[in-house]
């Protein structure tokens, strides 16, 4: 099955994560730009995005300064992402192709991709506020989802220059629970 770009964008919030090293594949012929996604791997960065969520949510510290509304807010919002883009994987047999020109990037994927950098420093902000463990293992999730953002910029034709991942794929989405 093909999924429109726009179909795509109502269905899967976090577009971004199409992105990611291993999850696409990108080829552009007289300026048509076709990106083959394997969903199969969409599916476990989402899951490892939940999976990192649910980990700084659940410090209290990070639950508290949020707010208890926000945290339920933020776990319903991670938990329909991963069910979209689970239902997105098994309608689609595991693959589906977004065509675009070059022009027709949709912005969401950088606003998505900087609001995350935001939230991911305020977080560390927090975590280097606190002392121990608690403050290290904290670092160490964020680094992960970091990493997991890393690698989707490294792919974007939006990113130019993306960050350096801080860990490997494989270490980021093991720690992430994938």
């Not at 990611?20 to 996604?37: E, K, P, Q, R, S």
């Not at 280097?128 to 989802?145: K, Q």
Request: overall charge neutral; charged content about 10%.
């Amino acid at each position: 099955m093909t999924v429109s770009r726009r179909g795509l964008l109502a269905t899967v919030p976090l577009l971004s994560a199409v992105a990611m090293l291993g999850a696409c594949a990108v080829t552009t012929a007289n300026g048509v730009t076709i990106v083959t996604i394997n969903l199969n791997m969409l599916e476990n960065y989402a899951l490892a995005a939940k999976n990192g969520v649910a980990t700084l949510l659940s410090v209290p510290l990070i639950s508290t300064a949020i707010g208890a509304a926000r945290v339920l807010v933020i776990n319903d919002a991670v938990a329909d992402m991963a069910a979209q883009v689970a239902a997105l994987n098994t309608a689609n047999h595991g693959v589906a192709t977004l065509t675009f020109t070059a022009a027709s990037i949709p912005a969401a994927i950088t606003a998505f991709q900087t609001d995350a950098k935001t939230l991911l420093a305020d977080v560390v902000v927090v975590a280097n506020s606190l002392t121990g463990s608690l403050a290290a293992n904290i670092v160490t999730i964020v680094d992960a989802l970091q990493t997991v953002l890393a690698l989707g910029e490294a792919v974007a034709s939006t990113a130019a220059g993306a960050a350096e991942p801080r860990m490997s794929a494989s270490q980021a989405l093991k720690l992430l629970g994938v």
